[in-house]
């Protein structure tokens, strides 16, 4: 088979071309296609290797990882080939969405301070100190945090919020249970927190002012809610100008059993498609990361996403 015909029976697929697009713009790892285009490792390293071989991608080794990137050096037929490529990936439904998730981990892998972050949490347990404890680092990290209002959306019985209201100016609960906004009530000024406060309601339409609040937080509750979206865009409204969403939730699972045992509406979220429900509620400078995965099966993974007003 004569070269041009294998570029272009490579490049008949429209997973490849979403990846020559990407990586015309980008060199990237497996791992960062698989968070910009949602697809599992063994499917992408397969087309990866199809693009390879037909000497459209070339890679280079950075330790264990294999980093990709389209061959500006392929011979002209091929360079013909990957500008049909793109003007094909460019008709795809995918395109506008792998561009923003492209830009979203492109920024991570130089967000520096996140690198520090994880590498500082990753040493943390594997020596013993006396004293040493997350309990400890919280409560400090909570004292330095300076008074702000604050809307715990979905609060449950206000775990969060009682430890958020020692130094908060105030602290709204919103949750659809009565029971438990009244327990929550009772708990809170049996503890003396004259600025924690519970309120029964819906997080799609929380019973709070336009422009009240300066943080909105969803702890685990996005995933309870009917529709996320109409949650986030009724959290923006709340948000006065230049306040932050705090969003910690599951990332996308397929343990069904969820629904049944804790009444989840929704498997976790995807990282791509919560960054653009965020978008589109109005958010800017938005961040999503894994923080945290469960050594039990079925290995929970915790998001954690934040955007400005």
Known sequence: MSRILKCLKALSDPTRLRLVALLHREELSVNELQQIMELSQSRISTHLRQLHETGILVSRKDGKRSIYQINRSSPSEAKDCIKIALQGAAETDEHKDDLNNLKRVVKNRNDKAQILFNQVAGRFDRQYGPGRSWQA????????????????????????????????????????????????????????????????????????????????????????????????????????????????????????????????????????????????????????????REDEPPHFETILATGLK
């Open 137 to 292: 680092f919280g409560q400090f990290l909570l004292r330095v945090i300076p008074p702000l209002d604050i809307a715990d959306l979905g609060s449950g019985e206000g775990l969060l919020a009682e430890l958020l209201a020692r130094n908060a100016r105030k602290v709204i609960c919103v949750d659809n249970s009565k029971r438990i906004v009244n327990f929550g009530q009772r708990k809170a000024k049996k503890n003396k927190l004259s600025n924690l406060e519970f309120r029964h309601g819906d997080i799609e339409n929380p019973p709070l002012q336009p422009e009240s609040v300066d943080v909105a937080l969803l702890s685990q509750a996005l995933h309870h809610a009917r529709s996320p979206e109409n949650a986030l865009s009724a959290t923006h409204r709340i948000l006065r100008p230049g306040g932050k969403i705090i969003i910690i939730d599951l990332l996308e699972h397929n343990f069904k059993q969820t629904k049944s045992l804790y009444g989840d509406r929704w498997l976790g979220f995807a990282k791509n498609t919560l960054h653009n429900w965020l978008e589109k509620a109005g958010f800017k400078k938005i961040e999503i990361d894994v923080v945290a």
